[in-house]
């Protein structure tokens, strides 16, 4: 004979179980399962810094992980003579390479010394490479201005056009009146960026 209110109990006992589940989630506890995660893995976003760039404004530069590659980067610089051989290049590569080729820039106006000397990154839920590329692409082709269009500016055009979280995240404002060296200082971290890295 079936019990009745052991059914009763069981199937009370599971609907508590999965609401208390769907509270964590929706609340934010809880991201996903393991295997959902493994499915859409993350994306990420980094900057690079020269804070002696720019006669000490500093310069930024910027590297986006391809999503779905186990270490594939798309990473560049917009505006910076520093960047031989051209002020505004992009590559894609290994992390190390990207770490590399920012290591690699010098400071012609401080007697060869090391130009980027740090960067900052964060993960992301989402990140869509063909979009990053066509901002930069855009950003690229109004021409360098050191007001409206400078190197903040595409690099924070690159990791919005990136990720659609990035481009919501109210802590993230316009490049247009932050210097470099403050929006990398005071604006990243208050947008739970991670610690500074050195290169």
């Known amino acids: 004979m079936v019990d009745i209110s ?12 999965l609401a208390g589940a769907l509270a964590l989630l929706a609340g934010g506890a809880v991201t996903a399962p393991v295997d959902a995660q493994a499915a859409a893995p993350l994306g ?9 760039g720019a006669y000490g404004l500093g310069h930024a530069a910027f590297a986006v992980k391809v999503r779905g590659e186990a270490n594939h980067w798309i990473y560049g610089s917009f505006g ?20 590399a080729r920012f290591i690699a820039v010098r400071d ?10 740090r960067y900052r990154c ?24 050191a007001i409206d269009n400078n190197c903040l500016h ?6 919005k056009g990136y990720s659609e979280v990035l481009r919501d995240d109210s802590r993230l404002p316009s490049a247009t ?16 960026w991670e610690n500074a890295h050195s290169l």
């Open 108 to 117: 012609r106006d401080h007697s060869g010394a090391r130009y980027y000397t």
């Open 177 to 192: 009146g932050w210097a470099p060296n403050d929006y990398f200082e005071k604006v990243l971290p208050a947008a739970h």
């Open 44 to 52: 990420r976003v980094c900057m690079f810094e020269a804070p002696d």
């Open 6 to 17: 052991m059914i009763r109990t069981t199937a009370a006992r599971a609907a508590a179980s």
């Open 122 to 145: 964060v993960n992301t839920r989402d990140g869509d490479l063909k979009r990053a590329q066509s901002w930069y692409g855009a950003v690229k082709g109004r021409g360098y201005n």
């Open 80 to 99: 910076s003579l520093n960047d031989a051989p051209e002020a505004g290049w992009i590559k894609g590569g290994t992390w190390e390479q990207a770490r």
């Open 154 to 159: 595409m690099s924070m055009a690159v990791f």
